[in-house]
């Protein structure tokens, strides 16, 4: 199909501008097109504007090519003015514009005192994120924890697990007041279904023929010594009645109370710290809205589309009904793609859609009037061609939403037929070329061999032709993707095609911290931290091979430290206030520069900068990392002719000609692993803890809650998530597809495959000979060597009277503070981006409006773009961000805000801005005019562009200072 036309069903959906409509927009269908042609069919009604319409979908990269697609569509049209009026916003975007524009509002909703203001920041890593929760807790518990008894106990050892339930009940909408709870159900979600779990106890408590039954099982599979004043029963016996409804209601008052409190306690410090993360970001939105009329109003559309709906939560949906003038909202998404329950998000608000908004506005409206429409009947439609995949690929895909995941899994068939919208193929270039084969693998290791000789029979053995449109083509590595259910299993694969000389990359998120790479910062940091610690220079002496009687001597007697050492640390120890040059100058001592050190550079740097974290708490955060597994986003040496390695939950939205799949084995998927979590939370159990405090005769310890590990056991597993993510796999590929397993498959596996199996000769012997273009296999180090990536700010002098540097990556050194500079920053952005706000609170927002009105007659205003200016000879780019770049016919304005009471640092700006300059002529090739806006000043000033040779000149300084 070509995609300037419309097959009837997009069509249909297109011109349906009224209404709530529901979208089932399967895979390869022409979602994204779609959605663009309804969009100008909206704004192209003679009283609807661009201002009266909001797209929110749920990633950056979703959102800018919705924008870009969108306005490119509206070029066409001859719509360049109202382009600049589209409004496409992620999900998060939206809530901290609707929470930056009335912060203020938030604490009144919970009766807090303290106030959170405009300069409140988006905290969005993880482990920073876990760090602040588990310092709040232990303050909390040192301040309170009396109150609270054994829970406190346990919670003290369990902090993460307090934070994931408490983020598990925000996207609920189940919200903490001062006195009690809010949300809808709160009461039935604290409790879970309470008579649910007695009658799935009551059967798990039945006897079997042999006079057995599971809940006896799972009592006598615990370990004694681990639980307190447990039954006592026997084979041929199973528990009372009474015994069954303690489990059911067990009196969790305390615990509530506890899970309360802390919550609360946790918004206040949030709030009193200007402090927010996605789910309090979420939270607080939702809270200002349902609070205020004059919100609603300010942040309210005629019509709203939501991509991806099936990944929204209670709160987005609540927020979606309350931003609506008129019951205009069109949900477009795949419930078979549903995979992030993990980010407690719910399928239902899809697939129950009609239900669910009926259900919220008569919650929202409760006791006033905060969803202004009445729920009209919802018109469903669907796309029902897939111009991506051969029929072949489609219906193996539509198999896995039936599959079992274990012998005793119930799946309502018909129920699922009824919701299934089945796809055909729309593709008529394809013929009979594609085909599923199944491979039933002798052993783990012969899993990873045969993917191997998978990709080479694909690549070398001719036999394959990709179809591109027009265009047929024998396969190529770059046509082939791996995916995996396990990053681990990704990094066997990769490590398999590294040693096959077989071209490939990683794509997604690597455990950056858990490498030789990562260990080897933490051992230095260390170091540097304390020069005798031997946790520090012990690992640096192994690693460098030093024998042990060496390392023996040194951990003894740390003034065997070798000088080599010494010196190093000296060298480090004097740039410990600039960390990106400290760990740059390290790994240059080691001659690594690949992928990992650069995504390290980049992450620790990114957690230093601009905050009061001193070296022994980013030692903390690394250590927790290993620790935790956390993963980090690495930007890969990436070749359009090298296989690429990624996660099923990483693959969605991508498309392949090829697509293998490996270790479709027993217990990877469907995942068998229960939670762990010892505080949690589940639909039916509500809130439980799986540890109690057992007193025994003379001592008391932590043990086993046995009547928690029953009522978890009454829950029923539900395998549905696991087949979406087979189905999300399966339906990557366009024309061929390999699914491997080991000597166990898995149920999915002997599903799909019927448990017939193909066989596949070992290429073990096959070389990648020269006559394929591949990459070449780096010599020295694992990844692939790359340009080092310097930060604008890290060139900059900005140095003190005492010759010390100002924090990383700020340059408001010469005037009212980083945090009020970031502040008067994030409300410019907002106000670019046509956010309301009280643009009297702060003597710079005048100043700023001044600016945004001059540059009206842009064709398009561009506020915090990144950029990157390569300088040639010296293997760098200099990475940044423009505060506002605008973008005219024949040339190009780049302004940036200083809120500086002087010009103390202005040659620094001027160098900063010309950088600008110079990539963003190389990027537009237009002419570029460069402003430093005084905006505490009251005044702009244009530069004069420094050329290239000053720039490079001073690179070369910087380099030369880390050698």
């Given at each position: 199909m070509m995609m300037s036309e419309l097959n009837q069903r997009q069509s249909e959906i297109a011109e349906t501008l009224n209404g709530l409509i529901v979208v089932d927009a399967g895979p390869g269908t022409g979602k994204t097109h779609t959605i663009v042609e309804r969009y100008i069919n909206l704004i192209s009604q003679k009283d609807v504007s661009p201002k009266d319409v909001l797209l929110l979908t749920f990633t950056n990269n979703a959102a800018a090519e919705m924008d870009e697609r969108i306005k490119n569509r509206?070029?066409?049209?001859?719509?360049?003015?109202?382009?600049?009026?589209?409004?496409?916003?992620?999900?998060?975007?939206?809530?901290?514009?609707?929470?930056?524009?009335?912060?203020?509002?938030?604490?009144?909703?919970?009766?807090?005192?303290?106030?959170?203001?405009?300069?409140?920041?988006?905290?969005?890593?993880?482990?920073?994120?876990?760090?602040?929760?588990?310092?709040?807790?232990?303050?909390?518990?040192?301040?309170?924890?009396?109150?609270?008894?054994?829970?406190?106990?346990?919670?003290?050892?369990?902090?993460?697990?307090?934070?994931?339930?408490?983020?598990?009940?925000?996207?609920?909408?189940?919200?903490?007041?001062?006195?009690?709870?809010?949300?809808?159900?709160?009461?039935?979600?604290?409790?879970?279904?309470?008579?649910?779990?007695?009658?799935?106890?009551?059967?798990?408590?039945?006897?079997?023929?042999?006079?057995?039954?599971?809940?006896?099982?799972?009592?006598?599979?615990?370990?004694?010594?681990?639980?307190?004043?447990?039954?006592?029963?026997?084979?041929?016996?199973?528990?009372?009645?009474?015994?069954?409804?303690?489990?059911?209601?067990?009196?969790?008052?305390?615990?509530?109370?506890?899970?309360?409190?802390?919550?609360?306690?946790?918004?206040?410090?949030?709030?009193?710290?200007?402090?927010?993360?996605?789910?309090?970001?979420?939270?607080?939105?939702?809270?200002?809205?349902?609070?205020?009329?004059?919100?609603?109003?300010?942040?309210?559309?005629?019509?709203?589309?939501?991509?991806?709906?099936?990944?929204?939560?209670?709160?987005?949906?609540?927020?979606?009904?309350?931003?609506?003038?008129?019951?205009?909202?069109?949900?477009?998404?795949?419930?078979?793609?549903?995979?992030?329950?993990?980010?407690?998000?719910?399928?239902?608000?899809?697939?129950?859609?009609?239900?669910?908004?009926?259900?919220?506005?008569?919650?929202?409206?409760?006791?006033?009037?905060?969803?202004?429409?009445?729920?009209?009947?919802?018109i469903q439609l669907s796309l029902d061609t897939n111009y991506r995949s051969s029929q072949t690929i489609i219906d193996k895909a539509y198999e896995c939403i039936f599959m079992k995941g274990s012998t005793n899994d119930e799946i309502d068939i018909d129920g699922l037929k009824e919701k299934v919208v089945y796809l055909k193929q729309g593709r008529t270039d394809i013929g009979n070329d594609t085909a599923i084969r199944f491979i039933q693998s002798e052993s783990k290791e012969k899993e990873v061999e045969d993917t191997i000789s998978a990709i080479k029979d694909y690549v070398l053995s001719g036999k394959y032709t990709i179809h591109d449109g027009v265009v047929s083509r024998k396969a190529g590595f770059g046509d082939i993707a791996v995916i995996c259910r396990k990053t681990d299993h990704c990094r066997m694969i990769m490590e398999a095609c590294e040693n096959s000389g077989i071209p490939a990359y990683l794509q997604g998120d690597v455990q950056i911290m858990s490498t030789r790479e990562g260990k080897l910062a933490l051992a230095w940091l260390k170091f540097v931290n304390n020069d005798r610690d031997p946790w520090g220079y012990v690992p640096i002496m192994a690693d460098m091979d030093y024998t042990p009687v060496e390392i023996r001597k040194a951990a003894i007697d740390f003034t065997s430290i070798p000088k080599e050492l010494m010196r190093q640390r000296d060298s480090l120890y004097a740039k410990r206030r600039r960390i990106t040059e400290l760990l740059t100058s390290l790994y240059s001592y080691y001659d690594l520069d690949n992928d990992i050190t650069q995504a390290i550079i980049s992450t620790i740097s990114s957690l230093h900068r601009g905050s009061l974290l001193t070296i022994s708490d980013v030692i903390r955060i690394i250590e927790d990392d290993i620790e935790s597994g956390s993963t980090y986003p690495v930007e890969n040496f990436i070749d359009s002719k090298a296989v690429t390695i990624m996660t099923m939950h990483k693959s969605k939205g991508l498309e392949f000609p090829i697509v293998i799949c490996p270790f479709i084995d027993d217990k990877t998927i469907p995942n068998k692993l229960v939670d762990t979590s010892i505080f949690f939370f589940d639909d039916s159990a509500g809130i439980r803890c799986t540890k109690e405090i057992g007193r025994f005769d003379d001592y008391s310890k932590i043990c086993i809650d046995w009547k928690t590990r029953l009522a978890r056991s009454a829950i029923t597993r539900d395998y549905s998530e696991e087949r979406r993510l087979m189905f999300v796999a399966l339906s990557r590929a366009k024309q061929y597809e390999t699914v491997i397993s080991g000597p166990k498959p898995s149920m999915f596996m002997k599903a799909l495959s019927g448990e017939h199996y193909d066989s596949i000769r070992s290429t073990a012997d096959v070389s990648i000979t020269n006559d394929v273009e591949i990459l070449e296999r780096p010599k020295?180090?694992?990844?692939?060597?790359?340009?080092?990536?310097?930060?604008?700010?890290e060139i900059l002098r900005f140095e003190n009277g005492e010759g010390e540097s100002n924090a990383e990556g700020t340059d408001e050194v010469g005037g009212k503070g980083m945090e009020y500079g970031t502040m008067i920053h994030n409300l410019a952005h907002i106000m670019c981006l046509g956010g309301r706000i009280d643009e009297t609170s702060y003597p710079e927002l005048p100043e700023i409006r001044k600016i945004l009105d001059s540059l009206k007659d842009a064709d398009i205003l561009y506020p915090e773009i990144e950029c990157g200016l390569p300088v040639d000879g010296l293997e760098t780019t200099l990475r940044g961000v423009i505060d506002l770049l605008a973008l005219y016919p024949d040339h190009i304005e780049i302004h940036d805000y200083k809120t500086d009471v002087s010009d103390k640092f202005e040659s620094e700006y001027i160098m900063q801005l010309s950088i600008y300059a110079h990539a963003a002529n190389r990027f537009y090739d237009k002419n570029v005019r460069c402003f430093i806006d005084y905006v505490s000043r009251g005044f702009m000033k244009e530069i004069d562009i420094l050329p290239m040779s000053i720039i490079k000149e001073r690179v070369e300084n910087y380099l030369h200072g880390l050698l």
């Open positions: 509206m070029t066409e049209l001859g719509m360049e003015k109202e382009s600049k009026l589209v409004q496409t916003k992620t999900f998060d975007a939206f809530c901290l514009s609707v929470v930056l524009d009335s912060p203020d509002l938030v604490s009144g909703f919970f009766g807090i005192n303290e106030k959170l203001t405009r300069a409140a920041t988006l905290h969005q890593n993880d482990t920073l994120n876990r760090d602040y929760f588990i310092r709040f807790l232990d303050d909390f518990l040192n301040r309170r924890g009396s109150d609270y008894g054994d829970i406190a106990v346990i919670a003290s050892d369990n902090g993460i697990s307090i934070m994931n339930l408490i983020y598990k009940l925000m996207s609920r909408g189940l919200v903490p007041l001062k006195k009690g709870w809010f949300g809808k159900d709160w009461k039935r979600d604290l409790e879970g279904d309470v008579d649910g779990i007695y009658q799935s106890l009551r059967l798990l408590n039945t006897l079997d023929k042999n006079e057995h039954c599971d809940t006896v099982r799972i009592l006598e599979s615990l370990d004694r010594d681990l639980v307190f004043d447990i039954p006592d029963v026997h084979d041929g016996e199973n528990l009372s009645d009474d015994i069954l409804h303690q489990i059911a209601n067990q009196d969790r008052t305390t615990l509530f109370s506890f899970v309360h409190d802390v919550y609360y306690e946790y918004i206040r410090r949030s709030i009193s710290d200007n402090r927010l993360t996605f789910g309090l970001n979420a939270m607080f939105a939702f809270t200002v809205l349902y609070s205020k009329e004059s919100v609603r109003e300010r942040n309210s559309f005629r019509y709203l589309m939501v991509d991806e709906f099936q990944d929204t939560n209670s709160n987005q949906m609540m927020i979606s009904l309350m931003i609506l003038k008129e019951p205009n909202l069109c949900v477009v998404g795949d419930w078979k793609q549903g995979i992030y329950g993990f980010r407690f998000v719910s399928i239902d608000n899809i697939t129950n859609f009609e239900s669910k908004c009926v259900e919220m506005r008569r919650f929202l409206n409760d006791d006033l009037k905060r969803v202004s429409f009445s729920i009209p009947e919802v020295v180090q694992d990844y692939p060597e790359r340009r080092l990536k310097l930060g604008v700010h």
